[in-house]
C-alpha cells in the first residue's frame, strides 16, 4: 500500500470472511468500518512495520477481539487516576434503556482537566470520537466487544437508570430555555435521592446536571417556603377572623341583653304608671259612692281596665 506495508494474500479473504458471518458468527455487522479500520491497526501491530499476515490477524484476536485489544492498550497506558477518571468518562458516555446499551454524547465542556488527556487517548485510538462540541464512543463494537466497559455497565446499571431520567429531566429543562416551570424535584424521588447522597454516584453527573438539580432545589425550596409563609398569613387571618367573631357575637349577646333589660325596665315602668293611674281612679271612685253611685261603678270598671 502507500504506506509500503506488504499484506499477505490470505489476509483479505479471512477478514472478508469474518465480516461475511457477522462477526465471529453474532450477526453483528453494524459498524463494519471502524471495525476493520481497528482490526487492520491491531493487526499491524501485532506484526512487523512492513508486513502483515494472517497470523499476525488471529494473533490480534481478530475482528470482534481487535476493538476490546486496542481498548485495553490504550487503558492500560493511563494511571490509577486516569484509569478510574476513564471509568467516569465511559459511563457517562452510554445510557440503559431496558435490556439494551446505548451510545450519548457528552459536552466537552463537561469534561474536567483530569478527564481531558484520557479522553483524547481514546480520541486518537479512535475509541471516541469528537464532533463540534460533543464527544461519543466511535462505534456501538465498543459496547459490546470491550470486556471491561461491560463490566463497568453491569456493575452500575441501577445508577445508570437513575442517570437516564435525570438527563430525560434535564433536556426538558433545556428545551425550555431553562424555565422554571420546566423544573422537577427529582431529588425528592427516593430513589434518587438516595442515589444523590452517595459521591460515588453523583460522580457522573455532568455539569448541565448538577446546574438542574441546584436549580430545582432552590426553585422549590423557594416555593415550600412561599407556601410556609402562605400558610402562615392565612392561619394569622383566620385567627384575626374568629377573635372578630368572638368579639361580635359578645357585642351581639350584650346588646340583646341590654335591649332586653330596657325592654323589661320599660314594661315595668309603664306597668308602674298604670298601677298608679289606676290606684288613682279607684280612690276617686270611692269618693263618688255617695253621690253617684252609677259614676263609681263605671270608674271602677276604667280603674279595673288600667290595672286589675
Do not use: C
Not at 34 to 60: C, E, F, I, K, Q
Not at 70 to 80: F, M
Not at 245 to 262: D, N, S
Amino acid at each position: 500500500g502507500l504506506a509500503g506495508v506488504a499484506v499477505e494474500e490470505g489476509l483479505v479473504q479471512a477478514l472478508l470472511n469474518d465480516l461475511a458471518r457477522g462477526v465471529d458468527g453474532a450477526g453483528e455487522t453494524q459498524a463494519v468500518l471502524p471495525l476493520l479500520s481497528n482490526a487492520l491497526l491491531a493487526t499491524w501491530a501485532a506484526g512487523g512495520s512492513d508486513r502483515m499476515t494472517v497470523a499476525d490477524y488471529y494473533a490480534a484476536g481478530g475482528v470482534s477481539r481487535a476493538v476490546e485489544s486496542l481498548a485495553e492498550q490504550v487503558y492500560g497506558s493511563l494511571t490509577p487516576e486516569q484509569q478510574a477518571a476513564a471509568e467516569r468518562l465511559f459511563l457517562r458516555l452510554v445510557g440503559v434503556s431496558a435490556d439494551a446499551v446505548v451510545r450519548e454524547t457528552l459536552p466537552l465542556d463537561a469534561i474536567d482537566e483530569v478527564t481531558r488527556p484520557v479522553m483524547d487517548a481514546f480520541v486518537a485510538a479512535r475509541m471516541l470520537t469528537v464532533s463540534g462540541d460533543e464527544v461519543q464512543i466511535s462505534h456501538d463494537a465498543l459496547l459490546a466487544h470491550w470486556e471491561r466497559l461491560r463490566g463497568w455497565v453491569a456493575a452500575r446499571r441501577d445508577d445508570l437508570a437513575v442517570l437516564a431520567r435525570l438527563r430525560r429531566a434535564v433536556e426538558v429543562w433545556e428545551d425550555a430555555d431553562r424555565d422554571p416551570a420546566a423544573l422537577v424535584p427529582i431529588d425528592r424521588l427516593a430513589a434518587v435521592a438516595q442515589w444523590l447522597d452517595d459521591p460515588l454516584r453523583t460522580d457522573l453527573l455532568a455539569p448541565a446536571e448538577r446546574e438542574f438539580l441546584d436549580a430545582g432545589e432552590r426553585h422549590f425550596a423557594s416555593v415550600l417556603d412561599q407556601e410556609r409563609r402562605a400558610n402562615a398569613r392565612l392561619r394569622r387571618q383566620r385567627r384575626l377572623a374568629l377573635g372578630l367573631t368572638a368579639i361580635a357575637t359578645a357585642l351581639a349577646l350584650v346588646a340583646g341583653f341590654a335591649f332586653w333589660r330596657m325592654r323589661d325596665s320599660q314594661l315595668a315602668a309603664e306597668s308602674a304608671r298604670l298601677q298608679a293611674q289606676s290606684r288613682q281612679v279607684a280612690i276617686a271612685a270611692r269618693s263618688q259612692r255617695a253621690k253617684d253611685p252609677n259614676l263609681q261603678a263605671q270608674m271602677a270598671v276604667v280603674s279595673a281596665g288600667l290595672a286589675d
